[in-house]
């Protein structure tokens, strides 16, 4: 059963435009959500996160906003880029869990058409 | 050079071999987990280690054991190789402090 769902496996958006990833979780303990983006042969790597206490973060073309009463979370891209291209990840940890151990999402593909 | 390094980067095996896949990081992080990537279910925790004597079971563990060789070494073993371990294998480190976890490029593990 996954706790972390990401609904769509890809979106195609025209580059300029703004580009909207959702994502869904279940575990009402999960207090901390990250996202992170993955360019084919390479690990992860760590774009923004947001706690519960938040409602929205925002850094530079990136915004995560995050709804708890429907336990969701998006990420905004304004404006999409070429060089966004690549495969976004939700994950989620409980607060205050010793370790700090993330649940991920199955990921969605986004293509920036230029 | 890279922070948290993986070895190999590729490997192709046959079923019932027994093999690991090391892991190495200069990030000085007391914790380090191995994940693997399937298409459709993300990534998946199959172990995590939060020093060198802790060592804990993840979402995934069967058919792997792991050794923390070092607080900068973190290896992953697959006792006996079978079709369905055939995924993509990742390592990753953090801190005490935060939630961020830094991973390493990947292993690409075919079992034939």
């Known amino acids: 059963d996954q706790q972390v769902k990401q609904n769509s496996p890809s979106l195609s958006v025209q580059e300029g435009r703004i580009s909207i990833l959702n994502c869904d979780y279940t575990?009402?303990?999960?207090?901390?959500f990250l996202w992170y983006k993955k360019y084919p042969a390479e690990g992860p790597t760590f774009l923004i996160s947001?706690?519960?206490?938040?409602d929205k973060n925002e850094d530079g073309r990136f915004t995560v906003f995050l709804n708890k009463s429907a336990k969701h979370l998006s990420l905004h891209i304004v404006p999409s880029q070429p060089g966004d291209s690549a495969v976004y990840f939700c994950?989620?940890?409980?607060?205050?869990?010793?370790?700090?151990?993330?649940?991920f999402g199955a990921g969605t593909i986004l293509r920036v058409k230029s | 050079d890279a922070d948290v390094t993986q070895t190999p980067r590729n490997r192709i095996t046959k079923t019932g071999k027994r093999i690991m896949l090391e892991c190495s990081q200069t990030?000085?992080?007391?914790?380090m987990y191995w994940y693997r990537q399937d298409p459709g279910l993300g990534l998946r925790l199959i172990y995590y280690?939060?020093?060198?004597?802790?060592?804990n079971k993840g979402e995934i563990s069967d058919g792997y054991s792991v050794s923390r060789q070092a607080q900068a070494k973190f290896s992953l073993s697959l006792e006996s190789a079978i079709p369905n371990q055939t995924a993509l294998y990742f390592c990753?480190?953090?801190?005490?402090?935060?939630?961020?976890?830094?991973f390493g490029p990947g292993t690409r593990l075919t079992v034939t």
């Open positions: 994950a989620a940890s409980p607060y205050m869990e010793y370790g700090n151990k993330l649940v």
């Open positions: 575990n009402s303990m999960f207090d901390y």
């Open positions: 947001i706690s519960s206490i938040k």
């Open positions: 990753a480190t953090s801190d005490g402090g935060g939630y961020e976890q830094y």
């Open positions: 280690s939060f020093d060198v004597k802790d060592i």
């Open positions: 990030k000085g992080h007391d914790r």
